[in-house]
Structures are given as structure tokens and as C-alpha cells.
């Protein structure tokens, strides 16, 4: 089946460093990925649709400058936290398709849990 | 944009009782999915159910296209089926999977 590998799975860093965060789709080639985060006891949000060979598409009140995406490869997202702040702690988590988007399922990485010190 | 609506958001069960676990959404959907959040964050897929009924073991679901709606029915729970269960959609008009608020599910031994 489809897997997701995400890494790392947990940080723990000081305030004012930048965090990068792979999303990896094993066994098949993903031209579009998706980042999300979710707070303590809340729902997942997503934050940003990563496109291979293009820029990510931001929701709404998502800073782009904070949160930096590269889609290099049909196989790869980064997430990047740029000079992570105390706030920014979360647990952050991809999903990749097979083939189109539409009419295929959505799978998960195991998600990587941030602390800012 | 497309909302999704979950009920109950609480849950709490003795262990070998049934539930059902509503998911409503506003508008057409091309993908629908149940998820299980384990207590480590993983989201565990349950069913992908854009339309019809599919059963897996001591879960089943039910969507209703037409209707607008979802059903994850749990029977004989376990304590270990609790967690949170979150239901996502992919509406005709987004790109992208929308959650739902979830159900937390506590089953008590």
C-alpha cells in the first residue's frame, strides 16, 4: 500500500531556530502534498497544498515567510519553521495522494510533535 | 468552503457496547474518510467511503452522498478503540481533505 514516512517524528528546540520537517511518499511519486497542524485537543488544520515544481498554495493566515515549503521531487516536501517561537509548538502532519487527487485516498504520515523552548 | 460537522463530540462507552458516530458535510464530496487518532498522533485510516457501505471487522461505515452524511458504526468496543475519530472530506470544489471537530471515544473496562 501507499506510505507516508514523515521525520523527524518529535523535536524539542530553542526559541529562535528553524525546524525542518520531511514528508516522504515510499512507494509512489505524489506531484501534490498537504501540511496541516493541529493544536492540543483540536481538529487538524490545513496549512498549505505543496506542489512539485511550483510554490505552495498558503490557507488563509498562514504566514508563507514562517513557513517555508519545497516540493523538489515527486517525492519529497519540506516544511520548514522558520525562527520557531514558543507559539509555534504544535503537531504538524502530511498527507499525500496516489496518482490524482480526486477519487484516491488521502495518506498520512505518522505526524512530527514540535516543542519550542 | 466545505463544512464538516461531527456528533457527539464526546463519547463515553462501557466496554462491548455499540456507537455510531455521525459526520454531516455541506456540500458534495469527491473523498470521504474516517480516521482513528491514536494517543501518539498517528491518524490511522479507517475507511475511505466517498458513497456506500463498507465493513471492517467490528467497524462499519455508511455514507449517504445524496444526503450529505457519514455514519462510523463501532460494535462490542474495546478500551482500545478509544481515542479520537475525525472524519475528513474532499469537496468537488477544494483540493484538499477538510476534518471534522472529531468524537473523542472513551471505553471504560
Known amino acids: 500500500g501507499a506510505v507516508v514516512s514523515q521525520h523527524p517524528s518529535r523535536v524539542i528546540c530553542k526559541s529562535g531556530t528553524s525546524v525542518k520537517i520531511e514528508c516522504r511518499s515510499l512507494d509512489f511519486q505524489a506531484t501534490t502534498m498537504f501540511w496541516y497542524r493541529q493544536f492540543p485537543k483540536q481538529s487538524l488544520m490545513l496549512m498549505a497544498t505543496?506542489?512539485?515544481?511550483?510554490?505552495?498554495?498558503?490557507e488563509q493566515g498562514v504566514e508563507k515567510d514562517k513557513f517555508l515549503i519545497n516540493h523538489a521531487s515527486l517525492t519529497l516536501s519540506t516544511l520548514t519553521v522558520t525562527s520557531a517561537h514558543p507559539e509555534d509548538s504544535s503537531f504538524y502532519i502530511c498527507s499525500a495522494a496516489l496518482g490524482t487527487r480526486h477519487n484516491q485516498p488521502q495518506h498520512f504520515g505518522d505526524g512530527t510533535r514540535l516543542s519550542i523552548l | 468552503g466545505i463544512q464538516v460537522e461531527q456528533s457527539p463530540p464526546d463519547l463515553i462507552l462501557q466496554e462491548g457496547a455499540n456507537s455510531t458516530l455521525r459526520c454531516n458535510f455541506s456540500?458534495?464530496?469527491?473523498?470521504l474518510q474516517w480516521f482513528h487518532q491514536n494517543p501518539w498522533g498517528q491518524l490511522i485510516n479507517l475507511f475511505y467511503i466517498p458513497s456506500g457501505t463498507k465493513q471492517n471487522g467490528r467497524l462499519s461505515a455508511t455514507t449517504v452522498a445524496t444526503e450529505r452524511y457519514s455514519l462510523l458504526y463501532i460494535s462490542s468496543s474495546q478500551t482500545t478503540d478509544s481515542g479520537v475519530y475525525f472524519c475528513?472530506?474532499?469537496?468537488?470544489?477544494?483540493?484538499?481533505?477538510?476534518f471534522g471537530a472529531g468524537t473523542r471515544l472513551t471505553v471504560k473496562p
Open positions: 475528513a472530506v474532499d469537496g468537488y470544489n477544494n483540493n484538499d481533505m477538510r
Open positions: 505543496s506542489n512539485e515544481g511550483s510554490k505552495a498554495t498558503y
Open positions: 456540500d458534495s464530496v469527491n473523498n
